[in-house]
């Protein structure tokens, strides 16, 4: 079937400008998790979505980021007035959340946003 | 909060073994080992969950010790195919449903 997908793949801009960043996760998989990858470096836990809503944004870097989801559907990540410090790949994972049973993540290809 | 993972790298021959330890300082609840090679999404090993559940991974293993909150990825006559960079995550007891991943460790294989 199909797994998670991530538009755009590339995305450059200019210091200054908002972008958005799509995730369509794999069907009926409730839990919805963005992350932040500079180059070289780990995985930076941005926001978790279980359903619609948010229960944690406490990753999101300043109040130039936010995140929304249509049900369980696709979520879009959007940065305001983008700096370069911005600069990442931004990797969008779903999972089907079950209680004591444990789940695995399923990731995306990741958006890899310069910021010039 | 961010796990603690050792060694940050290792470089190896084919046919060899090797360990990755992952630590926290917050009690877990559970511990989940993923494989990400270059330009690539990450890719699920492993789940170790408190109480002994294990869902993973035929040809890796893992252990999961609770007291220690430790685990540790086990690697055995590595292959080509498992260059790659590994992270940890882990979910705290407190079931917030976040994983908050380690900077990850880089293997890689020599033929």
């Known amino acids: 079937g199909a797994g998670v997908s991530q538009s755009p793949s590339n995305k450059v801009t200019e210091k200054g400008k908002d972008v958005e960043l799509r995730c369509d996760p794999i069907s009926g998989h409730t839990a919805l998790y963005w992350y932040r990858q500079r180059l070289g470096q780990g995985l930076e836990f941005l926001i978790y979505f279980q359903g619609n809503s948010a229960p944690d944004k406490s990753g999101l870097p300043s109040d130039r980021f936010s995140a929304e989801r249509t049900g369980e559907s696709v979520s879009t990540l959007t940065i305001q007035r983008t700096q370069q410090e911005d600069s990442a790949v931004y990797l969008c994972?779903?999972?089907?959340?079950?209680?004591?049973?444990?789940?695995?993540?399923?990731f995306g290809p990741g958006t890899r946003l310069t910021v010039t | 909060q961010q796990p603690v993972q050792s060694p940050q790298a290792v470089i190896l021959r084919e046919g060899e073994d090797a360990v990755i330890n992952c630590s926290s300082s917050?009690?877990?609840?559970?511990v989940h080992w993923y494989r990400q090679k270059h330009g690539e999404a990450p890719v699920f090993l492993m789940i170790?969950?408190?109480?002994?559940e294990q869902k993973g991974h035929d040809k890796i293993s893992a252990s999961f010790n609770e007291k220690k909150q430790q685990s540790s990825l086990y690697l055995t006559a590595s292959q080509l195919s498992y260059s790659g960079t590994y992270f940890c995550?882990?979910?705290?007891?407190?079931?917030?449903?976040?994983?908050?991943f380690g900077k990850g460790t880089r293997l890689h294989i020599l033929p």
């Open positions: 994972a779903s999972s089907q959340r079950q209680f004591s049973v444990g789940y695995e993540q399923y």
């Open positions: 170790l969950l408190k109480g002994g």
């Open positions: 917050k009690a877990l609840y559970s």
């Open positions: 995550g882990t979910e705290y007891m407190n079931r917030d449903d976040k994983i908050i």
